[in-house]
């Protein structure tokens, strides 16, 4: 009998999107929950292996930099902003279609956010 070859698997993870590599400036992100309702503008690097968002310090909302790896289907990532106003942020968001939506939970807010690219 021939001797079957061991099938190397990768121990990459497969990214969770189709979008292309690249910087995206000016993303469209909305933050909402039943009282609120935040429109803001960022900046999406999606790389080999991780998604950035970073929303730069506006309407007197902190600087966030999160840093998302895949989890299976989704990403998954917190703020590594060094900014002195920085907030801790545990940030969930996969890919629908023609958007990305998910969840950000910081000390204060417990939002929905989805956003687009340009």
Do not use: C
Request: no cysteine; net charge positive.
């Amino acid at each position: 009998m021939a001797k079957k070859k061991a099938v190397k698997k990768s121990s990459r993870k497969t990214m969770p999107t189709t979008h292309k590599k690249g910087r995206y400036e000016g993303a469209e992100f909305v933050f909402y929950n039943d009282t609120t309702t935040l429109p803001q503008r960022g900046t999406v690097l999606i790389r080999d292996d991780a998604m950035v968002l970073e929303i730069p310090e506006q309407d007197g909302l902190p600087h966030a930099l999160i840093l998302g790896t895949p989890q299976s289907h989704y990403f998954r990532g917190k703020n590594t902003s060094r900014e002195r106003n920085a907030v801790p942020v545990d940030a969930r968001w996969a890919d629908v279609g023609n958007m990305f939506g998910g969840s950000w939970q910081d000390d204060a807010h417990d939002l929905i956010f989805y956003f687009q690219l340009p």
